[in-house]
Antibody, heavy 125, light 108 residues
């Protein structure tokens, strides 16, 4: 079973860039069996998929939220067994718990099998 | 369409059967997964691949899927089953992750 752990600032200012890192243990981020993703949850609201990255560096961002997609960059660092999220031009609407997660790559569409504990990010001056 | 639709809330009395639905075009081609989330915690998988129950999940949790509709059934719901439930799937190519809006289950 994989273990995932988010790290990054808990408070960021409006207009700044959020950088979060997810460290993977119990398995290799270079595995072809997984997609590595970021999910967020604003206070009192549902889960929103931000995007994901494959070991090869291929990225996939949520097309249903164009304003989010245009501000996101994800990458993978195989030497550190980590993947990361950068979210630019922050506003208060980006305040949320951010989860990193692993999803199984499968023909039938694999599910999310591991989650980080979540990292609360507050956007405020 | 790349959306998954769930009812906002479901309420049952203890011991009754709760059914939570999830609809979306993606479900006709891809598996549905169900996650339970309690306040302040990360989601937990309760049903995988439409109808499989992971190790450690009580037998009262079951899932089914037909066409574009998936259903999570909690038979003999207990107060401890209260929480938010999310369905999950992927688009047809398997690249984009899809979440339902979530259903708040109340058992009282």
């Amino acid at each position: 079973q994989l273990q995932l752990q988010e790290s990054g600032p808990g408070l960021v200012k409006p207009a700044e860039t959020l950088s979060l890192t997810c460290t993977v243990s119990g398995g290799s981020i270079s595995s072809r069996s997984y997609y590595w993703g970021w999910i967020r949850q604003p206070p009192g609201k549902g889960l929103e998929w931000i995007g994901s990255v494959y070991y090869s560096g291929s990225t996939y961002y949520n097309p249903s939220n164009p304003s989010l997609k245009s501000r996101v960059t994800m990458s993978v660092d195989t030497s550190k067994n980590q993947f990361s999220l950068k979210l630019r031009s922050l506003t208060a609407a980006d305040t949320a718990v951010y989860y990193c997660a692993s999803r199984v790559s499968a023909v039938g569409g694999g599910g999310i099998d591991s989650w980080g504990q979540g990292s609360l990010v507050t956007v405020s001056s | 369409s790349s959306e998954l639709t769930q009812p906002p809330s479901v309420s049952v009395s203890p011991g009754q059967t709760a059914r939570i639905t999830c609809s979306g075009d993606a479900l006709s081609e891809k598996y549905t997964y169900w996650y339970q989330q309690k306040s302040g915690q990360a989601p937990v998988l309760v049903v995988s691949e439409d109808s499989k129950r992971p190790s450690g999940i009580p037998e009262r949790f079951s899932g089914s899927s037909s066409g574009t509709l998936a259903t999570l059934t909690v038979s003999g719901a207990q107060v401890d089953d209260e929480g938010d439930y999310y369905c999950f799937s992927t688009d047809s190519r398997g690249f984009h992750w899809l979440f339902g809006g979530g259903t708040k289950l109340t058992v009282l």
